[in-house]
């Protein structure tokens, strides 16, 4: 009888002790490698689709890629001076993260290169019917280098809300009316 109850204590205690989640284990959201981000702004405003992906190296550091969708009608916002159609900007991010628990969160600057094509145009304004005329419309094809700021949140399900701005100088020259190209929005996304 004693011998059944010692192997009966043992299998108790082995059982209880498997079932604890221990905070070290693989499937805290801080050691997750991956990030998925939707741009939150820029999608309401109905202008763009802004999709992004990013591989979280360590604490300190990731890369990804951003593309970039414009759908929004020609004959919207033409007083602009440019309509951008569609971009892909690969990317790299250095965190400023104090605490050594986790990272890849917190104050980051972010090194892009921006592949995007588009239309630009001259305007005129009319006074007597108050509208535009627009003239002058091409296509072109270019390269913006720049830089970022911006600041990451991470919840432990494995949200994350980010917010951003930038700007790329062209270095093709390709179009005479656009200079370069502004990076930025509220971002929502998911890391896995």
């Not at 010692?6 to 997750?32: N, R, W």
């Not at 550091?61 to 007083?79: H, K, P």
């Not at 628990?101 to 145009?121: L, Q, V």
Request: aromatic residues 18%; hydrophobic residues 35%.
């Amino acid at each position: 009888m004693r011998k059944i109850l010692i192997l009966l204590g043992l299998l108790v205690t082995t059982a209880g002790f498997s079932q604890i989640d221990y905070p070290e284990s693989s499937g805290s959201v801080f050691e997750k490698q991956h990030e998925i981000r939707l741009g939150a702004i820029r999608l309401l405003a109905g202008h763009s689709l802004d999709i992004g992906y990013e591989r979280i190296i360590d604490r300190n550091q990731g890369y990804g890629v951003n593309l970039l969708i414009g759908f929004a009608d020609e004959s919207e916002d033409r007083s602009e001076g440019f309509k951008q159609i569609i971009s892909v900007s690969p990317y790299y991010r250095f965190y400023f993260n104090k605490s050594q628990e986790y990272g890849a969160k917190g104050m980051f600057i972010e090194g892009f290169t921006d592949f995007y094509n588009g239309k630009s145009w001259d305007t005129v304004y009319t006074s007597w019917n108050n509208t535009y005329d627009y003239f002058n419309e091409e296509k072109y094809f270019e390269i913006a280098a720049g830089l970022a700021l911006g600041w990451k949140w991470v919840n432990t399900i494995g949200f994350t809300f980010e917010i951003k701005a930038g700007y790329g100088r062209n270095l093709l020259g390709n179009s005479e009316n656009v200079e370069g190209i502004f990076r930025g929005d509220f971002s929502i996304g998911y890391r896995f």
